[in-house]
C-alpha cells in the first residue's frame, strides 16, 4: 500500500495567486515527521519545511506552509504568492518513528507545479 | 564535507557490467539513504544505514544490487551484472538525528546511471 499519496499530478497557478499542494499519508505509529522537497529542472532536491506529529501549530516557513490535518492524514503544502520560480516538482515525504532513531523515509509520487505569469 | 558527494555524477556502462556509486555524506551524519528516482517521478527508497548497520534493504529490487558502509561514513552502492532498467538517477541522502528536531534529509546530486 501506498504509504504517501499525491493525487495531483500537474498543477497550474497564475503568478501572485496561493496555490495548495495536497498529500495524505498511511501510518499507524504515533511519532513521525512530514516533510515537503521541491526539485526544479536542474533536478536537486531542496528542503521546504517539516511538520512533526506531536506538533501542534502548523509549521509556516516565509510563503510556505504546511495545512496538516492529523485525523485525516493530511499534510498539504500551500504556497503563497506564487513566483515563476516555484515552478518544479514537488514530493510530500513522510518519516516513520522518531527522527533520533533514523526511520527510513519514503516519498510520494509528486506533484509538478507551473505558474504561470 | 559540507554537502553530501556522489560519484560519478555520471556513469555509462554496457548490459552485464556491475558498477559501483559512491556516497560522502554530510560529516557526523548518523543514517544515510540510498533512492532510486525515474524521470518525473519520486525517489524509490533502497536501503539506508544508520552508522556502518544497515537496517533496511527492503527497497532493494533484487540480488544484484547491494550497498554497505564499513565504516560509517561512506557508502557504496553495487550494481552487478547491470541490466537496461536499471538506468535512472540514483540519490544518496544524509541525516544527522538528534533527539530533537526535523532531522531533515540532506540530498546529494545523484548519480545518473545509464545502461546501453
Known amino acids: 500500500a501506498q504509504k504517501i499519496t499525491q493525487t495531483q499530478p500537474g498543477m497550474f497557478v497564475q503568478e501572485k495567486e496561493a496555490v495548495t499542494l495536497d498529500c495524505t499519508y498511511d501510518t499507524s505509529d504515533q511519532s513521525y515527521g512530514l516533510f515537503w522537497y521541491k526539485q526544479p529542472s536542474s533536478g536537486e532536491m531542496i528542503f521546504l519545511i517539516y511538520?512533526?506529529?506531536?506538533?501542534?501549530q502548523n509549521a509556516t516557513e516565509g510563503r510556505y506552509s504546511l495545512n496538516f490535518q492529523k485525523a485525516r492524514k493530511s499534510a498539504n503544502l500551500v504556497i503563497s504568492a506564487s513566483q515563476l520560480g516555484d515552478s518544479a516538482m514537488y514530493f510530500c515525504a513522510m518519516r516513520e518513528g522518531p527522527g533520533n532513531y533514523g526511520q527510513n523515509f519514503v516519498f510520494g509520487p509528486g506533484t509538478r507545479l507551473s505558474v504561470l505569469p | 564535507g559540507a554537502g553530501v558527494s556522489q560519484s560519478p555524477r555520471y556513469k555509462v556502462t554496457k548490459r552485464g557490467q556491475d558498477v559501483a556509486l559512491r556516497c560522502d555524506p554530510i560529516s557526523g551524519h548518523v543514517s544515510l539513504y540510498w533512492y532510486r528516482q525515474a524521470l518525473g517521478q519520486g525517489p524509490e527508497f533502497l536501503t539506508y544505514?544508520?552508522?556502518?548497520?544497515?537496517?533496511?534493504k527492503s527497497g532493494l529490487p533484487n540480488d544484484r544490487f547491494s550497498a554497505e558502509r564499513p565504516e560509517g561514513s561512506i557508502s557504496t552502492l553495487t550494481i552487478q551484472r547491470t541490466e537496461q532498467r536499471d538506468s535512472a538517477m540514483y540519490r544518496c541522502a544524509s541525516s544527522l538525528n538528534t533527539i530533537s528536531g526535523a532531522n531533515v534529509l540532506t540530498f546529494g546530486a545523484g548519480s545518473r546511471l545509464t545502461v546501453l
Open positions: 544505514f544508520n552508522y556502518e548497520a544497515q537496517q533496511d
Open positions: 511538520q512533526g506529529s506531536y506538533d501542534e
